[in-house]
């Protein structure tokens, strides 16, 4: 039986910390052993938003994110991993679907108007390309002819964008891409060390999963607790504490003893938050092995990702091909042997 095929995305933002790995790395693994799966550094995305000093740190950002994938166990024998700009095809596709799918449908996206309210723009003078952001990765999706991407519940509007543009695009040339479904993922919301929103590298209130030992304690000591512990003698609420919440993901076994001594007042923060760090850093021990392992490899990054792109490459120039004849634009096709990697 064929097995599905997975595409999902990231955006290169660096090394990746706690959140990005127990809200997707994690789940990224486990994907591999029951799909083929395509895994892509979304550079393109990434320019949706970014500012020129941003840009100068892309191609150290997909260096330092492949090496957490694949220090996490992202295998590129099985699985393909690339930069997406690295095949260029995603962009024909883009502006094919483009021509396909209503200015409407863009504007009415929850998340479009969130960010542009973010930016501090207006709808009139954000860049085509965070309008046009859906179509881009309805593009990345089907250009590999992928059926199935794992999505968060806030993703399902972009998601059912996809479906639509894609239905849209059969129903004026004829059948030829499925629709892709979302695999909704069950991941634990990772709150950041301020305690108040979703850990992210833009608020600095995470911790990374590549840094040392030292600098993951350092970090955890100054994480938020109880507000309303101001003496190791309160009783504190773990319920109300986000160190508590992480100790649920980190320290195995010891959950119910921290939630008496907490309650009990018999255990103070900073040495609860020992207990976490500590946690942490057995969990990653293996990955920050690996990590070393795998960048003390001269050129391995750059080995994977450019298989990467040449698989992806492959599945990309048959499907732009085929959309191609299907919207009437056949061209030369020896033209695309004057591309290469
Ligand atoms: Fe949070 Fe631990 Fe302090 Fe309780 S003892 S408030 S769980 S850090």
Not at 6 to 31: C, D, I, Q, T, Y
Not at 184 to 192: D, F, R, S
Not at 253 to 268: N, P
Not at 302 to 311: H, I
Request: proline share 5%; glycine share 8%; charged share 25%.
């Amino acid at each position: 039986m064929d097995r599905g095929r997975v595409f999902s995305g990231m955006r290169p933002s660096g090394r990746l910390h706690l959140g990005n790995w127990m809200g997707a790395l994690v789940n990224w693994v486990a994907l591999q052993e029951e799909y083929e799966c395509i895994f892509c550094a979304v550079d393109v995305h990434a320019l949706t938003t970014s500012t020129p000093a941003d840009t100068r740190d892309i191609q150290a950002n997909i260096r330092e994110m492949t090496l957490d994938w694949l220090a996490a166990g992202i295998d590129p024998q099985r699985s393909i991993v690339f930069v997406q700009s690295w095949v260029p095809e995603v962009m024909v596709l883009h502006t094919l679907l483009g021509m396909v799918t209503p200015l409407g449908w863009l504007l009415r996206v929850p998340t479009f108007k969130d960010r542009v309210r973010q930016m501090e723009e207006t709808e009139e003078s954000v860049s085509y390309g965070l309008v046009g952001y859906p179509v881009l990765m309805t593009a990345d999706i089907i250009l590999y002819k992928a059926d199935t991407v794992p999505v968060g519940e806030d993703q399902m509007p972009h998601l059912e964008l996809a479906r639509e543009i894609v239905r849209r695009f059969n129903y004026l040339f004829g059948p030829t891409f499925a629709e892709p479904k979302g695999k909704l993922t069950e991941t634990p919301l990772i709150v950041g060390l301020d305690g108040q929103q979703k850990m992210s590298k833009s608020l600095d209130n995470h911790v990374e999963l590549a840094v040392s030992p030292e600098e993951t304690r350092r970090r955890v000591l100054t994480a938020f607790t109880d507000p309303q512990r101001l003496r190791r003698t309160d009783p504190g609420r773990p319920e109300v504490c986000n160190v508590y919440a992480l100790h649920q993901l980190f320290s195995q076994g010891k959950v119910e003893d921290i939630y008496q001594q907490c309650t009990g007042a018999t255990r103070g923060c900073v040495e609860c938050k020992g207990i976490l760090a500590e946690g942490i850093n057995n969990a990653l021990a293996e990955f920050r092995e690996r990590r070393r392992e795998i960048a003390a490899r001269s050129g391995y990054v750059e080995e994977v990702l450019a298989e990467g792109a040449r698989r992806a490459s492959v599945i990309a120039r048959e499907t732009i091909a085929e959309v191609r004849e299907k919207m009437g634009l056949l061209g030369n096709p020896s033209l695309a042997a004057l591309r290469d990697f």
